[in-house]
């Protein structure tokens, strides 16, 4: 009897470590539709209009450093040849431009996998409250293909200590829902 109850004080322990765990790193995905960039001239110099699809927020309560290198987003939808996308990083203060002073990386389709891969120019390393806009050049031609579909954060472009909410919480950017004129 006494160590069963030893063993249950234990997975009791660890489960609140856990807890505990999920509250020091949390990423959220929020998904919007923000048309950047309404000008015919330009729309047709980048093949396709520039869209804010989504913010990435990344939460650290922990004092520990931790770095991010990369981000993979796994497409889930209709088979797409090619797509472009960028990752700029939201300052806190100022409204978002998609400019190249908050530019983190552009990012390269892997048209077998269907993942967006965003390899970061340098590593980034995360504070308390850190923000990514991912923004696609999306021809008019894919436009209804992409609201149609949703990106997932894939785990394995993780740092370690954000692994856990993948399992704990979808991480995906999901268009289907969101009204085409959602604010920055």
Request: with cysteine.
């Amino acid at each position: 009897m006494k160590h069963a109850l030893y063993i249950l004080s234990l997975i009791i322990i660890s489960s609140n470590m856990s807890t505990a765990d999920l509250d020091m790193f949390t990423i959220s995905l929020e998904p919007q539709w923000h048309n950047l960039e309404h000008d015919p001239q330009k729309i047709k110099q980048f093949d396709g209009k520039w869209i804010l699809v989504g913010s990435i927020v990344f939460k650290k309560k922990a004092k520990e450093s931790v770095n991010l290198s990369r981000i993979h987003l796994q497409w889930k939808g209709e088979h797409i040849d090619h797509l472009l996308g960028s990752l700029y990083k939201k300052s806190l203060h100022k409204e978002f431009l998609p400019i190249e002073k908050y530019l983190v990386c552009d990012g390269s389709w892997n048209k077998t996998k269907q993942i967006l891969i965003l390899p970061f120019d340098k590593r980034h390393i995360l504070g308390p409250l850190n923000i990514f806009y991912l923004v696609l050049t999306i021809p008019e031609e894919l436009e209804e293909t992409i609201k149609k579909g949703r990106f997932t954060l894939e785990e394995n472009s993780l740092p370690e200590q954000f692994k856990i909410c993948s399992h704990s919480q979808s991480l995906s950017l999901a268009f289907n829902t969101v009204p085409s004129h959602t604010t920055i």
